[in-house]
């Protein structure tokens, strides 16, 4: 996995790598023979940060592109 180029694709690569790590950090405390409960909380605590964060990015990005269909039709939005 290249984390410089999944980066270069700027906040919304960042959101993706942080859900593959929070994706591993789960999978390797699941392999304990006794998982903690206080890791699993901070883990999903995480995840949700995460998520909220990725939905953040896609709803400028999806305001950023409507934006920029108005501003090259010529008629008004």
Known sequence: ???VAIIG?????????LFVLS???ISQEQRQPQPKNGILKMI??????????????GWFGLCKIK????L???TRC
């Open 44 to 57: 999903l605590f995480f995840m949700i940060r995460t998520f909220v964060s990725t939905g953040t990015v």
């Open 1 to 3: 996995m290249d984390i």
């Open 23 to 25: 994706f591993r950090l």
């Open 67 to 70: 934006t920029a269909n108005c």
């Open 9 to 17: 694709f700027g906040l919304s690569g960042l959101s993706f790598l």
């Open 72 to 74: 090259l039709k010529t």
